[in-house]
RNA sequence: GGCGGCGUACCCAAGUGGUUAAGGGAGCAGUCUGCAAAACUGUCAUUCAGCGGUUCGAAUCCGCUCGCCGCCUCCA
């Protein structure tokens, strides 16, 4: 059983085959921080985290660096009309970004870092294309010469010529040519800056991610991600610099993620239509959210929208009522180490799928079969349904730590949702008294008003053999 | 115009050559309940946009048609 992951080098799936037995080198692209972090990056994360845990399970010892883009024209913007210095809005935004990253159970990559703090690797990294002829300097600006680059184009499957012709030129008359793209821009006053053998400035997008690439993971290294937007300029001009530099293969396998979209279309900042992270997170659950990025394949396009959302949060609290039914009436199930090989053998199904270019929606659907399963043998009350069901939470066990889910007690889900209800939970309380008391008089219709006013407040009322619970729709 | 992707039930979504097309949501029927809720059971696509082709065999491969989307400009 193979690792098959898609690459859009080659838009196939193919057998991942690392560079070095044992071990995996990756570089995701991550945020440039002047704002703050929406859905989508929040993907683009959670999708190369399973892919970061999956590797690791798998054996392969990882080292996965995401950056911050600290330096760019937005974060300069924003600087300007904020009146404070870059910086300050850098860190703002990075502190922030973590923060989303931590909420939504992101793991830290093993390195993250900032463009800023891998500057004299760029001009060094610029000195030699420039040696090497890819590079020229212009009026302050310093410009990668596509056409010098043989296989320009071969990851987006662009051909130089076809872009010529329909290009929506961005005129600069300092270039020799519309597709060349700036590795040094010279810097105005106020402007961060550093100096550099092409004068005072700073460096240009894509060369900051070839730089702390090189530098973090080496020349040629084996996975290389992003999101989908990023596959053309930046990816194929990283590609570009880097092997021009080099000489050597860059990264070996190339993952996009989709994107998440809302009424149809692309969330993206130019189009206006993006939900932040945090208002997401202020109507549903991180591990819904979470649950939501995951129930679809990371290629494919998802719609971020009421409908999808609730779905997210029926399966999750589906999977934290079954917990809770076996905490009750099988605690031991919990303290008891599960058959071994009954063990193996059931979680195979989960790296089979995994290894299938990470199709966590085929994780999760094996996990509502198993919550299916585990309901049906508390039915039953069958002699070894212990045994069973620790296999069965063994098997969540795993596929919960390598998706990020289904790790909480039940109890905290439960209290995670009942925060959000407007009425205190004593006067919750209140009102169940008041209907059980009704219930014991026979009055089932003032009973019924009581539960149908909760319910219009979102609170859903269950009559148990140990009294009545309530719950939160 | 160039390049890439997608179209699976009422909705979301796996499946990418071979027994009865995962899973979730919604619906319907039953058990349970004062009635509900939750849970369980049963039911819910002879069919995978359409039309051809390859094959013993295709949702899966190939071609065409229709529809949708993305990239080609900063963007996860």
Known sequence: MTLKIYNTLNNKKEEFIPIKDGEVKMYVCGPTVYDLSHIGHARSAVSFDVVFRHLKRLGYKVTYTRNYTDVDDKIINRANKEGVQSIEIANRFILAFDKDMADLGVELPTHRPRATETIEEMIALIEKLTDKGFAYSAGGDVFFRVRAFKEYGKLSGKNIDDLESGARVEVDGKKEDPLDFALWKSSKPGEPAWDSPFGSGRPGWHIECSAMCLQLLGESFDIHGGGKDLIFPHHENEIAQSEAATGKPFARYWLHNGFVNIEKEKMSKSL???????????????????????????????????????????????????????????????????????????????????????????????????????????????????????????????AGAVLGLFQKEPEDYFKLLKGRVSLSEEEIERLIQERNTAREEKNFKRADEVRDELKEKGIILEDTPEGTKWTVS
């Open 272 to 398: 206006g239509n993006i939900l932040n992270i945090r208002d997401a997170l202020k109507d549903y659950s991180p591990e819904c959210i979470r649950l939501f990025l995951l129930s679809s394949h990371y290629r494919s396009p998802i719609e971020y929208g009421p409908g999808t959302l609730k779905e997210a949060e029926a399966k999750a609290e589906r999977f934290y009522r079954t917990i809770e039914r076996i905490k009750k009436e099988v605690p031991s199930a919990f303290t008891t180490a599960p058959d071994k090989e009954l063990l193996r053998d059931a979680t195979a199904a989960i790296t089979a799928a995994l290894n299938n270019d990470f199709n966590t929606a085929e994780v999760i659907g094996l996990v509502f079969k198993k919550i299916a399963e585990a309901n049906r043998i508390l039915d039953s009350n069958k002699a070894d349904a212990k045994k069973d069901l620790t296999i069965i939470l063994g098997f969540f066990k795993e």
